[in-house]
T-cell receptor
């Protein structure tokens, strides 16, 4: 029973264009949503987050969108750069609960020059 | 500033052997976690700790034990390794002072059980 699904295992985008990564969830108890980025042989690093009371959060080239009615989370990267090539995980948690994160399966993003 | 350090980085075990993975953090974080990453399954929580001397089960705790005798260290033990425990193991820590503090991850331990 997967509570979080990233349906695209991989995504290839041209440098300078927009990258859109998607995540769907089923658990209505989630109220804090995050994106982590992972390079090979390294641990995941925090990228951006959003709480359930918002529907959009921006940080430079990165914007996260939350559609609670559809239980859908997305990450937009504009413009995409070669250094953005990595695996991206969405992660979910409840404010009550020791910050235990539930992760998606990951999407491998490749930015082509 | 080392952050979260995991040792060893790689290990190969034979079925039935035991080992301990060590996680150390130098950020005075209250919360610590052990996750495993398997292809196509993302990261899954094994065990976690909300303070020195406390531990709790996560999503996939079977076959593992943990201890948090010192605040800065979180140990993950495999008493009798099985091939199904072949995975990459990540330790993480968090201040625990507010719900939106990001987790800080180590660089992982790649374990192969033959």
């Amino acid at each position: 029973d997967q509570q979080v699904k990233q349906n695209s295992p991989s995504l290839s985008v041209q440098e300078g264009r927009i990258s859109i990564l998607n995540c769907d969830y089923t658990n209505s108890m989630f109220d804090y949503f995050l994106w982590y980025k992972k390079y090979p042989a390294e641990g995941p690093t925090f990228l951006i987050s959003i709480s359930s009371i918002k529907d959009k959060n921006e940080d430079g080239r990165f914007t996260v969108f939350l559609n609670k009615s559809a239980k859908h989370l997305s990450l937009h990267i504009v413009p995409s750069q070669p250094g953005d090539s990595a695996v991206y995980f969405c992660a979910f948690t409840s404010i009550q609960g020791a910050q235990k994160l539930v992760f998606g399966q990951g999407t491998r993003l490749t930015i082509n020059p | 500033n080392a952050g979260v350090t995991q040792t060893p980085k790689f290990r190969v075990l034979k079925t039935g052997q035991s080992m301990t993975l060590l996680c150390a953090q130098d950020m005075n974080h209250e919360y610590m976690y052990w996750y495993r990453q398997d292809p196509g399954m993302g990261l899954r929580l094994i065990h976690y700790s909300v303070g020195e001397g406390t531990t709790a089960k996560g999503e996939v705790p079977d076959g593992y034990n943990v201890s948090r005798l010192k605040k800065q260290n979180f140990l993950l033990g495999l008493e009798s390794a099985a091939p199904s425990q072949t995975s990459v193991y990540f330790c993480a820590s968090s201040p625990g002072d507010r719900y939106n503090s990001p987790l800080h991850f180590g660089n992982g331990t790649r374990l192969t059980v033959t």
